[in-house]
């Protein structure tokens, strides 16, 4: 009897310093939302048409590595808003907007300098994010045709971000920085005839602010 309840003990304090290691918070990122559209067809020109202000916000969890306080696992579950802006000019010209809304699981890595100040360390994330649409709709523009019928139910873009962690006490962190995320697959994916060999991919470059408890 004595050694279950050493087992159970030992399972308990292993579980304890596991959540010990665990990171939780929340962040909000405004950024721009822009895309690169790519088209090999001889009388068919599409461009970017604009950018648009969007906004990502949801839960971070940071997961530290071989219990190291400077590099940590970190992933969440962030809903992000994107705008696709696209200019044709064909037998007509049409210029079109779609709001699109993402679920993003990231599976990065962040990375913490040593104290560059009292309090004040210096991180650098980077690493795939995995979205997942939720909605799409047609925006701005002819409504009579869509120039991309339908986008991808999921999307891989690589993530960038780096800024300063302030610590305010044992365990409450605020933080802020620069964010770059590069889409890495063709988004469209159907669209009108003459766009069949069409690439759209999403470009967003923004702020972030959070906090972790």
């Known amino acids: 009897m004595r050694k279950k ?3 159970i003990l030992t ?3 292993g579980a304890t310093s596991a959540m010990s290691q665990i990171q939780m918070g929340f962040k909000v990122s405004p950024y721009w939302s822009s895309n690169r559209v790519d088209v090999e067809v001889g009388d068919v020109n599409v461009e970017n048409d604009g950018n648009g202000l969007r906004l990502t916000f949801g839960p971070v969890v940071d997961l530290s590595i071989d219990n190291n306080e400077n590099y940590y696992f970190s992933t ?3 809903l992000s808003s994107r705008r696709a802006g696209i200019s044709y000019s064909g037998s007509e010209r049409i210029t079109q907007s779609y709001n699109l809304q993402y679920l993003s699981i990231p599976a990065t890595m962040k990375l913490y300098t040593q ?3 009292l309090d004040k360390r210096i991180f650098f994330q980077f690493g795939p994010t995995f979205d997942f649409k939720v909605s799409e709709k047609l925006k701005d523009g002819n409504r009579s045709i869509r120039l991309i019928d339908d986008f ?3 999307d891989v873009s690589l993530y960038f971000s780096a800024g300063l962690d302030w610590h ?7 933080y802020g920085g620069l964010t770059y995320s ?3 697959v063709n988004a469209a994916k ?3 005839s003459d766009l069949n060999e069409m690439t759209y991919k999403n470009d967003l470059f923004g702020i972030e602010l959070g906090v972790m408890f």
């Open 5 to 7: 309840y050493i087992f």
């Open 11 to 13: 399972i308990l304090l």
């Open 76 to 78: 969440g579950l962030w």
């Open 115 to 117: 104290e560059v100040m």
């Open 152 to 154: 991808r139910f999921i």
């Open 168 to 174: 305010l006490g044992s365990t409450t962190r605020i």
């Open 182 to 184: 590069r889409g890495l």
């Open 190 to 192: 159907n669209t009108i």
